[in-house]
């Protein structure tokens, strides 16, 4: 079955850095275009960065633009997202999804048919 599975979370203090991962098995990654998303208690799951199948166009939040960068290894069957200059209102727990259709939607998150079970990343002040 398709496994997504998140790592790299952790605390860390602000202005810090963190690089996440996304593994991925069971799927034909790179017919996939792959997303990480966020959630914070009490708030909605809300886009991070999506990439297209072949890695050649990335999208970003524009509350992350300049200071996240997502990238993917197809030979890995792996997503990654680095993030610098990390702020507390960063914190949140990270998902990553995978996108069959890799359409317009991509900051959509029920446009995603798989999930991993997420990783949490705290900022300090």
């Known amino acids: 079955q398709v496994q997504l599975v998140e790592s790299g979370g952790g605390l860390v203090q602000a202005g810090g850095s963190l690089r996440l991962s996304c593994a991925a098995s069971?799927?034909?990654?790179?017919?996939?275009?792959m997303g990480w998303f966020r959630q914070a208690p009490g708030k909605e799951r809300e886009f991070v960065a999506a990439i297209r199948r072949s890695g050649s166009s990335t999208f970003y939040a524009d509350s992350v633009k300049g200071r996240f960068t997502i990238s993917r290894d197809n030979a890995k069957n792996t997503v990654y997202l680095q993030m610098n200059s990390l702020k507390p209102e960063d914190t949140a727990v990270y998902y990553c999804?995978?996108?069959?259709?890799?359409?317009?939607?991509?900051?959509?998150?029920?446009?995603?048919?798989?999930w991993g079970q997420g990783t949490q990343v705290t900022v300090s002040s």
């Open positions: 999804g995978a996108d069959r259709w890799g359409g317009s939607y991509y900051a959509v998150s029920r446009e995603y048919d798989y």
């Open positions: 069971g799927l034909t990654f790179s017919f996939y275009s």
